[in-house]
């Protein structure tokens, strides 16, 4: 089985609007609706260049050119949650669980997966592993317990090698 590790912390995102686009075409491929906030919300996950939270979605949206009748309840909470599960649900961005932000996936056309993450506690940037290796043997392991997995979320802190002195 290949290994490929992503070493780039921003491999999967070289830019937004291609990206955003990726992920039109995967969603009109699979018979999915990309809405206009959906697309937004996206735009800023991939533009951030690190994890992102969602109150800093929300703030980003509030200061961008939103501030139209038509676009005012793009602001709410709520609507960018919404977008947020959508976007996580179809594999679109992963959610890194232990600093609760959302970093995009760089596999917009493939279905939802599991990989492991490596963040970096000084920057901020998060690597997507992609070692199906690990996966695997998570997997593996957990049923061989008895276990069964619905999902795994596996992040490694450290410093990136950047940041490492």
Do not use: W
């Amino acid at each position: 089985m290949p290994k490929h590790a992503c070493i780039d912390p921003k491999h999967h995102v070289h830019d937004a609007e291609g990206f955003v686009a990726a992920v039109e075409r995967a969603c009109h491929e699979r018979g999915l609706r990309l809405t206009p906030i959906r697309a937004r919300v996206l735009g800023l996950v991939a533009d951030a260049g690190q994890p992102i939270k969602a109150y800093d979605l929300l703030e980003r949206i509030r200061s961008g050119n939103n501030a139209d009748a038509d676009n005012a309840g793009a602001a709410a909470p709520p609507t960018v949650y919404r977008a947020l599960d959508f976007l996580l649900a179809n594999g679109f961005i992963h959610k890194l669980e232990s600093v609760n932000a959302f970093v995009a996936c760089h596999h917009p056309s493939t279905a939802q997966h599991s990989v492991p993450f490596l963040i970096c506690d000084r920057c901020h940037s998060a690597v997507e592993l992609e070692d199906l290796d690990v996966v695997a043997q998570l997997e593996t392991r957990a049923r061989s317990l008895g276990f069964q997995p619905q999902a795994q979320t596996l992040e490694v802190h450290g410093l990136c090698a950047r940041c490492a002195p």
